[in-house]
């Protein structure tokens, strides 16, 4: 039998991963950044203190960057209140994370452990073999070098090449370097030819010093542009008449679905227009990808209804421009590839979803009303949960569809929502009777339906303990990692006893 503190537990700890999956402490459409981070740093040391391994746990699903790095600091600096069971699988947990983080963030995150005077010993294993792992050290010295030079004195450590140590901490002691990056670093100092050597990001540096008009450097510098960047700058590159940096078309074929829906927002009507062909393909490819990606079948969901929200609030704020329409036209590919028969309902009216735009109020009780009319077999809800025209309808459409109508729940109804809610510590809900999850990427939509049950009525924690633990031990097998015993209880609520977390192991095992 289920206590009243499991479900406390489990409400907490689904709390925790929509927070985790949607908020970056930055400012959204109706929360500025002070009020994000100190939500956020609130839900991170409730959940420290009372739930530490459902906290460790919340590495090994689709969080975003930003609280990865939060999770992963906190833990190393709390690391004598840990057992030794939960101090080795959350190493197996750090390490394997760090390794899918940015390097730039995991840079930042070793300088924020100095500060925090953090250098345990298992601090600086796991940051040594993070850095031993790193493909390209002198690539490293360039790109982020002070970042490079903190972590080596912080874990104590020598660089892989005694040139490297001189080009860090000395770097006017040799004349030249053997390695190429290195010296083009040396010589574009004073040679401008040498910074058309270097990556984009250090040579627009190099040109901002020199003087070298933009559009030329744009010019001479396309050849060392990665397929993003180019993607980047090519309307300011046609601005400036650099017509050499042209359209990268396997770069928008490998661009993951939810990066390549921001990118086609942020063009131009017209250019939309003009180029509907081309991006319509690159998104229904990258829809296709990320279905295979997440196990599923093409067509195999039946019949699928979707609501979009491209009100007003869609466009989010100067930090995270377009992000939640850019969610929702995502997903809106995705499920067409899904879906066996598929209806797409935008809050907006319009029909054309790749002109969406932000605009106008969010009438989602009308559009969900319009979305049951097609007796879908799937509803799917991608909204900021803010429903004003007029406010209320849509939690009461979603409570009687739910209690009178459609009792027998032939119809799966689910929200996700893009934007974390810093006043309520949650995603933004629509209706008690109807689950909501956190949504960072549309690629993960499979995955966060199948998370949004557990949201739905009396949540289980056998079963959610269990389905923590179970993507534990993937997150880490995925790594080549042995899971432990005690990763199988990742997902074990620190303090609570219950039996449902030992039916929960027995599960998993």
Known sequence: METYGDLVAAEDVLLFVNAAITGTGQREFHSGAAEQQLSLDFLHEYMLVNYRGPYAAALALDINDHNS??????LLETSRDATD???????RLIARRLRLLPPQRVYRLIGELRRAKVNNRRTRAILRDWLAARPD????AVKYRAGLKLALRHTHLRPVAEETGDFLYAPRRRPKYTAPLLDAWRRAHYEQGALYELPYTVAEGFANRHGVPRASFLKRIEPRLTG?????????????????????????????LTRLASYVLGLPPADRTARRAELTDALRGAARRAVRAAGAEEGGWGRVTAVLDDSWSAYGSGVKRRRPLAAALACHFLLAALAGEYTALWTSGHGDALLARPSGPTPLGRRILDALDTAPERLVIVSDGWD?????????????????LDPEHRTSIVHLNPVYDAEGFDVRRLAPTVPTAGLRDAEDLPALVEFARFAEGRTDLAELTAHLAARTERFLAADGAVPSPSVRAAGTAAGTGTAAAETAEETVR
């Open 69 to 74: 790095a939060l999770i992963v600091r906190r």
């Open 85 to 91: 069971e939960q101090r080795r699988t959350e190493g």
């Open 137 to 140: 050290q002198a690539l490293d």
């Open 228 to 256: 993003l960047e180019r993607l980047r700058l090519q309307e300011s590159a046609r601005t400036l008449g650099a017509t050499a940096v042209t359209a990268d078309a396997t770069a928008l074929a490998r661009m993951p």
């Open 388 to 404: 004003n025209a007029p406010p209320g309808l849509a939690a009461e459409v979603l409570r009687v569809w739910r209690t009178r």
